[in-house]
């Protein structure tokens, strides 16, 4: 962490600086298939506004869903965020960022894509798939 809450993180060969000015105090998890093939287990998002994003020229990106997009550094291979494309929001992987680590669990999600070796302690809400995907139609999102 660094002045007044804000967060700064990198990728594993630190081309790739990311800085928070206001980071959210907690953590979501998703354990969707997507997730768990992008980084080998679940992501863990990072949420919080004016990010600045230093190092674009070491960023690709790539079209995982029709609804989503995640970067990733092209010289160490990082996952640096994961962005919800009707909205626009990014969540970063919380990995990227040393004060990020004493963040609770607001909750997780897609349990039922969860894997057996990746359970995680805590009491905060869990949701399925079905729960998450009726939770952002109920917002008005169209994953159709």
Request: charged share 25%; net charge negative.
């Amino acid at each position: 962490m660094s002045e007044a809450g804000a967060l700064k993180g990198h990728c594993l060969c630190g081309e790739v600086r990311i800085a928070l000015a206001d980071p959210e105090p907690e953590i979501e998890i998703c354990h969707c298939d997507m997730c768990r093939r992008w980084g080998s287990a679940f992501y863990a998002a990072q949420r919080g506004s004016d990010a600045t994003v230093e190092g674009e020229g070491f960023i690709t990106q790539y079209r995982s869903s029709d609804w989503a997009e995640r970067a990733f550094c092209r010289q160490c291979g990082s996952g640096l965020w994961y962005r919800f494309l009707p909205t626009g929001s990014r969540s970063f992987s919380a990995g990227l960022f040393d004060g990020a680590g004493r963040h609770a669990i607001t909750k997780e999600i897609f349990i039922d894509e969860r894997a057996d070796w990746c359970r995680i302690e805590g009491d905060h809400p869990r949701q399925t798939g079905e729960e998450v995907i009726a939770e952002a139609k109920a917002a008005g999102f169209s994953f159709d």
